[in-house]
């Protein structure tokens, strides 16, 4: 049970250790290219629209076999 309580004490005063640190400074901030977010916003929400269209369409598919068999 000490080795327990040790190693978590040991673990804390590393974490510790580490939060003490200066920071190191920060990189230039440089102004991104919103083209690949662009381009990932028409892929996401394309395939969210393709998908509901496939589920639209296949419930009227089983809807339309359903009326036909009863």
């Known amino acids: 049970m000490t080795r327990f309580f040790s190693g978590i004490f040991l673990s804390f005063m590393s ?3 580490h939060a003490i ?6 990189p230039p ?6 083209t690949a977010m662009i381009i990932f916003a028409i892929v996401f ?3 969210i629209g393709i998908s509901v269209w ?4 296949n419930d009227r598919k089983h809807k339309a076999r359903d009326s036909e068999t009863k």
């Open 21 to 26: 640190q200066e920071p190191a400074a920060a």
């Open 54 to 57: 496939f589920m639209w369409r």
């Open 45 to 47: 929400f394309g395939a």
């Open 29 to 34: 901030s440089t102004s991104a290219d919103p």
């Open 15 to 17: 974490l510790l250790a």
